[in-house]
T-cell receptor
């Protein structure tokens, strides 16, 4: 049972580089989201999607893009990485009407 | 946006002691949830509460949904070393066609054997 799978687990970037964090779920969940976790800040919502073709901004969307072409996949793109984007990123999914989120194991990103 | 104040920020306790943590909000929520994050892992749901006043247990864990719908607490009885981790409260509110989940800042629990 894979659940929510995130790749890569670790990544180091230089300022200005771009990259994509991948997220896939095999539970047929409509709702998928990306959070970032910083010390003392808890989990903050970056972007979310309520279904294929539908995305919207969360609390801290600046510097990030998302798309949802399939139910299973929800990649997060950093177009021009900045040191302020150094964080641990979590992808989560759920049935649309539920707050019971299933999280991936996280992707630790460092921007130098 | 909505803010969740979670306390305490961290706690050190002796194995076998009971633990209590709480979460308050300036806004009401439809659902309160408690998650635990083990080191190096993603958060995992412990308990979900759906009605004001609801008291729910899951093994040694007990959580309550406050009557005002603006607060919740989590108790852990007879702590053991594997209880170590970060505990997050989360509130859920229907907004703009979906159920938005807001997380607290977390309570870091350390258990001394």
């Amino acid at each position: 049972n894979a659940g929510v799978t995130q790749t890569p687990k670790f990544q180091v970037l230089k300022t200005g580089q771009s990259m994509t964090l991948q997220c896939a779920q095999d539970m047929n969940h409509e709702y998928m989201s990306w959070y970032r976790q910083d010390p003392g800040m808890g989990l903050r919502l970056i972007h979310y999607s309520v279904g294929a073709g539908i995305t919207d901004q969360g609390e801290v969307p600046n510097g990030y893009n998302v798309s949802r072409s399939t139910t299973e996949d929800f990649p997060l793109r950093l177009l021009s990485a900045a040191p302020s984007q150094t964080s641990v990123y979590f992808c989560a999914s759920s049935y649309r009407a539920s707050g019971e989120l299933f999280f991936g194991e996280g992707s630790r990103l460092t921007v130098l | 946006g909505q803010q969740l104040n979670q306390s305490p920020q961290s706690m050190f306790i002796q194995e076998g002691e009971d633990v209590s943590m709480n979460c308050t909000s300036s806004s009401i929520f439809n659902t309160w949830l408690w998650y635990k994050q083990d080191p190096g892992e993603g958060p995992v749901l412990l308990i979900a509460l759906y009605k004001a006043g609801e008291l729910t247990s899951n093994g040694r864990l007990t959580a309550q949904f406050g009557i005002t719908r603006k607060d919740s607490f989590l108790n852990i009885s007879a702590s053991i070393p594997s209880d170590v981790g970060i505990y997050f409260c989360a509130g859920q509110l229907y907004s703009g066609g979906y159920q938005k989940v807001t997380f607290g800042t977390g309570t870091k629990l350390q258990v001394i054997p």
